[in-house]
């Protein structure tokens, strides 16, 4: 029996390789719904369209220490001297979520030279998303420049028209905190105090 099992176990390890089976692919179709269709919605189809939200943003000259403030919609630019900042989207969280975060993405490019002898050119030194409440997230590195998010005007549903602007301290629609109670008013008191003991 031993005989038989040795060259049975030697056949098993020489079929044996280090390589994993090649898998087939299964066929499969898309779904009709999901052929050239309506793309399916994102969260940013939430609220404003994105083409009606309203984005601020803060730009800051580091050499004459002059602070502008840039409002436009996404898919416009601005160009302020030497830089121009481009806007294609701004966010921010609905007033249920938590933490409260506004963003946008910017695209920020300066007309600098590469040296001392060459021709000014256009040079994209930044492009990503850029977070109010986290800056540190993502930072415009430059010497001279700096951008950073202020606000994204938009709204949700259920949203009242008058609080469309930014959630700093409240999210918008929360009910307003209670006043709080008026303190009480001492009354004279017949009994004495320890302090009115001593004295």
Not at 161 to 184: C, F, H, T
Request: net charge negative; glycine share 6%; aromatic share 4%.
């Amino acid at each position: 029996m031993r005989l038989l099992a040795v060259p049975a176990l030697l056949a098993l390890l020489a079929a044996c390789t280090n390589e994993a089976p090649e898998q087939e692919a299964e066929e499969t179709e898309v779904p009709r719904e999901l052929v050239g269709g309506p793309q399916i919605a994102a969260a940013s189809s939430i609220g404003t369209p994105m083409a009606e939200r309203v984005a601020v943003l803060g730009l800051l000259n580091k050499r004459n220490n002059i602070t502008r403030e840039l409002t436009m919609k996404p898919g416009e630019s601005q160009r302020v001297g030497d830089v121009v900042v481009r806007l294609s989207a701004c966010e921010r969280t609905a007033p249920w979520e938590e933490p409260p975060e506004t963003g946008a993405f910017v695209q920020v490019v300066v007309l600098q030279r590469a040296d001392a002898d060459s021709d000014p050119e256009w040079r994209r030194i930044f492009s990503g998303w850029l977070f109010k409440n986290s800056p540190s997230l993502n930072v415009v590195e430059h010497p001279i420049y700096d951008v950073w998010v202020k606000d994204c005007q938009m709204s949700f549903p259920g949203e009242e028209a008058g609080s469309a602007g930014s959630n700093d301290d409240e999210p918008s629609g929360a009910a307003p905190a209670p006043a709080p109670a008026p303190a009480p008013t001492p009354t004279p008191s017949a009994v004495p105090t320890p302090e009115q003991n001593d004295a």
